[in-house]
């Protein structure tokens, strides 16, 4: 069923989680500048209050000090300059006056200046012969200092306490939003994996398994979004692909059939003029090359059908139990008999019985052996070895040949495909290599080609379960 066009796509979701982002980061940003800047005329008021409790301090050691002067003058009977002494407690009161802009610390502070200004007052009338009079104003002005410095010791103490109080706030917010930023990310992340990432691998292995040859492969749609659509349109081509497919084959079928009934009466009727005419004329010599080349396009013709069926998937293997090295040994002693200049191998002394269709896996085994004499030189030698493996045994077929690449290995099990440098080597059609994967796969095994072009010669390896299920019957 075809997915309707997607209502939250990609776009949306990218576009709502870096705007989620974004907002978080605003919000983030201005709370700090924000508490930054509150945190800053805290700091400010702290140094104001401190640079006033120092003031007031001070203030109190002159007063003090003044009252000493006053005292040794009455001792020594010197005349003391009140007014000049008492200039650095003027700057001090008037700086203390600048400072203070606290409502609440209003009436204390107007109450020290008018302390200081009567204590002021008296010490420029004092009689200098008596500083009784003094005493009891010096002591309402310390009194009044002492007022004033427990206030802003108080304030100080406060807005330490509510420096404290934003400072740890900030910590929690900034936290607080980073963790939320964490949160955005990692749903937007997982969201994005969820949506994009998933449907991709499946995609991708759909892709790889579509160049492999299984055109019936098909990528589930996850989403109604951009890459649901995507898989839509990767499983309508692989629909389409199968239908060409299926034409193809159909195809090759109808001609291959059609083929075949005048090719068999071509060869019968040179089969019946060539009984009638003498053996050593040349007439029998063109009507044998007439049957040596209808039997070759029939052996093509029984070849490309095998391997539509193999393709296909529609045939079923004749499982039936045999000795594999007996067989071996058949197959290369009929080869031997057919090349008189090669050397065959045979390396493997143990009986080995296993389960398989015995006619598809000889006819892999002559196409390997075929292949390993057409593409050497004459007077090599070609080995063929059989070794168990717990349930398995491998067969390798090693030759002396012109090799192979390892990055042609992928494209010679293509059926039709023929390396360019081996071509003029042996005719050819291509399909061998293709079939003998598809036999050997149909045994639940493995078809593989090492080798390079040094000289070395190419290894063909195949490797098959001792026993065959029951599906495979």
């Known amino acids: ?264 009466v071509i060869t019968l009727a040179a089969r019946r003029i060539k009984r009638k005419i003498p053996a050593s004329g040349d007439e029998a010599l063109w009507l044998e090359r007439i049957i040596e080349k209808s039997e070759y396009i029939d052996n093509l013709i029984g070849n490309l059908m095998e391997t539509l069926h193999l393709e296909s998937g529609s045939f079923k293997l004749q499982i039936e139990e045999f000795e594999l090295l007996s067989l071996i040994r058949d197959i290369v002693k009929v080869q031997s008999e057919l090349v008189k200049n090669y050397r065959f191998s045979i390396v493997g002394d143990s009986e080995c019985v296993m389960q398989g269709d015995t006619h598809r896996l000889k006819r892999v085994f002559e196409n390997l052996l075929s292949n390993a004499v057409k593409y050497s030189p004459e007077n090599t030698t070609v080995t063929v070895s059989v070794e168990k493996k717990d349930a398995d045994v491998s067969i390798k077929i090693k030759d002396e040949g012109a090799g192979i690449e390892s990055d042609e290995i992928k494209d010679i099990f293509q059926p039709f495909t023929r390396l360019p440098r081996t071509e003029k080597m042996a005719p050819g059609t291509g399909l061998g290599l293709f079939s003998a994967k598809l036999i050997v796969e149909a045994h639940d095994g493995k078809l593989n080609l090492f080798g390079n072009c040094d000289g070395s010669g190419t290894t063909a390896e195949i490797i098959l379960p001792l026993t065959q299920s029951m599906s495979h019957g």
Not at 17 to 30: P, Q
Not at 167 to 187: E, K, N, P, T, Y
Not at 225 to 246: P, T, Y
């Open 1 to 264: 069923m075809r997915i309707k066009p997607a209502r939250i796509n990609i776009r949306y979701l990218v576009a709502f989680g870096a705007g989620a982002m974004i907002i978080c980061f605003i919000v983030l940003s201005l709370s700090l500048v924000l508490m930054t800047k509150k945190l800053q005329s805290m700091n400010n008021r702290i140094l104001i209050d401190s640079r006033a409790l120092e003031l007031g301090h001070r203030l109190v050691i002159e007063i003090i000090k003044e009252q000493s002067r006053s005292l040794s003058s009455q001792v020594t009977k010197k005349k003391h300059k009140s007014t000049i002494n008492l200039m650095e407690a003027d700057k001090l009161v008037g700086e203390i006056s600048r400072i203070s802009v606290l409502p609440e610390n209003r009436n204390v502070l107007n109450d020290v200046e008018n302390q200081y200004e009567i204590y002021k007052a008296i010490k420029i009338a004092e009689n200098h012969q008596s500083v009784t009079g003094t005493i009891y104003t010096a002591d309402n002005l310390l009194k009044a200092v002492e007022n004033y410095r427990n206030l802003e010791r108080k304030q100080l103490d406060r807005t330490i306490a509510s420096s404290d109080k934003l400072d740890s706030l900030i910590d929690r917010w900034s936290m607080i939003l980073i963790i939320s930023m964490a949160l955005v990310l990692a749903a937007g992340s997982l969201a994005v994996l969820n949506r994009i990432m998933r449907p991709t691998y499946a995609l991708m292995r759909s892709t790889e398994k579509i160049g492999q040859g299984d055109f019936f492969v098909r990528v589930p749609v996850y989403h109604d979004d951009e890459i649901g659509m995507l898989c839509n349109a990767f499983n309508d081509m692989a629909d389409g692909i199968c239908r060409l497919e299926n034409e193809r084959m159909n195809f090759i079928a109808v001609i291959a059939h059609d083929l075949r009934n005048p090719l068999s």
